[in-house]
């Protein structure tokens, strides 16, 4: 089964600061996704970027990134010039790509304080 | 816009009662799942469906069965709430497409149980 570990429930950054979030997660299978989802105190979650196993070259959306480092099993979340609109939990995320096992798997959220 | 809506944002049931929560979708999904998130604990699966009548059970089942008899309408079922159901409930569906991996999220049900 696969696990995913968010190992920082909490961090805070200075607004337009860079911050950096951590997840690693386990698997045996060679293709699969990898998400950040995030969630404002409105409850919506959001999809922030996603990142496919097969591609080697990093996501980015504006100003998230990620790192991926798949022998590692690392997927960390990029945030700069942080807003105060960017204060949510973030949620690392894999999904599997066979049929059936598109399940999403979430790690445990970090909550993201941006201190104006 | 895909859009998720979940029957209600707050719910109070009283122990023992059986509960439905219900989840449309609009964007002719496949894959439909139920999860419920509790502090620390982040987001647990408890049942997804991948078709019609199909079903899955996630990490979680005991005390929760679902129903999928419309592929639009993913059904949450309490056989008889208890207070350690008393949880945010989170519906998602998602397409099967490897260049559509998105999962769209509802809103979320708050249920209370007394």
């Known amino acids: 089964a696969q696990t995913v570990t968010q190992s920082q429930p909490e961090m805070s950054v200075q607004e337009a600061e860079t911050v950096t979030l951590s997840c690693t997660y386990d698997t045996s299978e060679s293709d699969y996704y990898l998400f950040w989802y995030k969630q404002p105190p409105s409850r919506q979650m959001i999809l922030v970027i996603r990142?496919?196993?097969?591609?080697?070259q990093n996501a980015t959306e504006n100003r998230f990134s990620v790192n991926f480092q798949k022998a590692a099993k690392s997927f960390s979340l990029k945030i700069s010039d942080s807003q105060l609109g960017d204060a949510a939990m973030y949620f690392c995320?894999?999904?599997?790509?066979?049929?059936?096992?598109?399940?999403?798997?979430f790690g445990t959220g970090t909550r993201l304080t941006i201190i104006p | 816009d895909v859009k998720v809506t979940q029957s209600s944002r707050y719910l109070v049931k009283r122990t023992g009662e059986k509960v439905f929560l219900e989840c449309v979708q609009d964007m002719d999904h496949e894959n439909m799942f139920w999860y419920r998130q509790d502090p620390g604990l982040g987001l647990r699966l408890i049942y997804f469906s991948y078709d019609v009548k199909m079903k899955e059970k996630g990490d979680i089942p005991e005390g929760y069965s679902v129903s999928r008899e419309k592929k639009e309408r993913f059904s949450l079922i309490l056989e008889s709430a208890s207070t350690n159901q008393t949880s945010m409930y989170l519906c998602?569906?998602?397409?099967?497409?490897?260049?559509?991996?998105?999962?769209?999220f509802g809103q979320g049900t708050r249920l209370t149980v007394v």
């Open positions: 990142q496919e196993a097969y591609k080697q």
């Open positions: 995320a894999y999904r599997g790509t066979n049929f059936g096992n598109e399940k999403l798997t």
């Open positions: 998602a569906s998602s397409l099967f497409n490897r260049e559509n991996t998105e999962a769209f």
